[in-house]
């Protein structure tokens, strides 16, 4: 039998034993706003380079903490872009994955002494991600971990945006590592 067939056997299988709810007709499912739009893969290699770049990813639903070589020292934008970009091919093959698509459309980042401040968009209505808190995570632990960043606030349409936490509680605070502690996991 054809492998692909088996696969969409077994997920139709699985998606009816779990009770999920289907639609009786498909529904276009519109692509989140914001750098994730293409649904092309990242890079198929991983960047080598002189500069190191700390950015968070997700694995078994933790943050892990990886270090991309790349050409020159990242600005806080640029670390950002990449983060939004996801992990690359070859990242992905070490089980890297990424809660930002779908979850937090990040717009933008400034830095203010030592507080970075990201702009986010509100997610579309058929956005599919329900792991904000690890999508959140990812930025405030690559933004923090930066030299000159410690702490990171998010805001909306030019209001203090209430984020979750790793607690379950919601906060427009400045918020640090610590803030997600239980969700990362140590070097």
Do not use: W
């Not at 500069?51 to 694995?59: G, I, P, Q, S, Y």
């Not at 933790?62 to 270090?67: D, E, G, K």
């Amino acid at each position: 039998m054809n492998h692909r067939y088996l696969v969409a056997l077994a997920l139709a299988t699985l998606l009816t034993s779990c009770s999920i709810p289907t639609d009786d007709a498909p529904r276009v499912v519109q692509a989140p706003r914001g750098p994730f739009q293409s649904s092309a893969p990242a890079d198929t290699s991983a960047p080598v380079g002189p500069a190191a770049e700390t950015l968070c990813f997700v694995r078994d639903n933790r943050i892990i903490s990886f270090v991309r070589r790349v050409d020159r020292p990242p600005t806080i934008e640029d670390q950002l872009r990449h983060l939004l970009a996801g992990p690359t091919a070859a990242e992905r093959d070490t089980d890297l994955t990424s809660a930002l698509p779908g979850a937090v459309n990040a717009a933008g980042v400034t830095a203010t002494g030592t507080q970075a401040r990201v702009v986010v968009d509100k997610p579309g209505d058929d956005a599919g991600r329900s792991d904000e808190v690890l999508a959140f995570a990812q930025i405030v632990c690559t933004l923090t971990s930066r030299d000159e960043v410690t702490t990171v606030t998010f805001s909306r349409d030019g209001r203090p945006l209430r984020v979750p936490r790793a607690d379950g509680s919601l906060s427009d605070q400045p918020l640090t590592r610590a803030d997600f502690a239980p969700l990362i996991t140590p070097r």
